[in-house]
């Protein structure tokens, strides 16, 4: 069976401070795929990145960094210099085989709420 | 944006009756996935359809079922509504075989279900 801990429920910073939000997953698939994405009030969830599990670079975009650790099994997110729009709740998630067989069945998180105080 | 559309955005339902919920895919995405996301949960997955077809279900009971059509967009039929199917439903539409390979699921805005 899968699963995705998020132990963060609520994390609030101020502005402009750095915010790591961590994830912990499990599965005895040998090939995944781990997710983040963002959820804000309007409800739609919205794609930050994919990792495969093939891949445990690190990867850096504008602000937002990933750090995924097979060893450890996490794939934790880093927010440098928060900004207020950054005020979310944020998910990871995991799909066991490759996502390109048509079973990209996503098994999330119970998400982290992040409010970013100005 | 998304491209991804779901329809209604708000419900109310009495317990006991059936709901059906709407969603189209983004333009050449041929898997529609569906999700309950309870208050203060993260989602959690019902089914999913490739052309037209069911191709994978979560731990949800017979009373939820599906349709996809030929334009790929697609309806969650849920029959006997208890009080506990209150939620957002999460329509994602992807497209695992594409090519370019395109395997990120995009969600629709959901559909917020009160059941009284």
């Known amino acids: 069976a899968q699963k995705v801990t998020q132990a963060q429920t609520e994390i609030s910073v101020v502005e402009k401070e750095d915010v790591t939000l961590d994830c912990v997953y499990e599965t005895r698939d040998t090939t995944y795929y781990l997710f983040w994405y963002k959820q804000p009030p309007s409800g739609e969830l919205v794609f930050l990145i994919r990792r495969n599990s093939f891949d445990e670079q690190n990867e850096i975009s504008g602000r937002y960094s990933w750090n995924f650790q097979k060893s450890t099994s996490s794939f934790n997110f880093t927010i440098t210099a928060s900004q207020v729009v950054d005020s979310a709740v944020y998910f990871c998630a995991l799909s066991g085989g490759p996502p390109n067989f048509g079973n990209e069945k996503l098994t999330f998180g119970t998400g982290t709420r992040l409010t970013i105080i100005p | ?116």
């Not at chain 2, 009756?17 to 309950?36: A, E, F, M, P």
């Not at chain 2, 030929?70 to 009080?83: D, I, K, R, T």
Request: charge should be neutral; charged fraction near 15%.
């Open chain 2, 1 to 116: 944006e998304t491209g991804v559309t779901q329809s209604p955005t708000h419900l109310i339902k009495t317990r006991g009756q059936q709901v059906t919920l709407r969603c189209s895919s983004q333009s050449g995405h041929n898997t529609v996935s569906w999700y309950q996301q309870a208050l203060g949960q993260g989602p959690q997955f019902i089914f999913q359809y490739y052309r037209e077809e069911e191709n994978g279900r979560g731990n949800f009971p017979p009373r939820f079922s599906g349709l996809q059509f030929p334009n790929y967009s697609s309806e969650l039929n849920v029959n006997a509504l208890e009080l506990d199917d209150s939620a957002l439903y999460l329509c994602a539409s992807s497209n695992p075989r594409g090519v370019p390979m395109n395997t990120e699921a995009f969600f629709g805005q959901g559909t917020r279900l009160t059941v009284v």
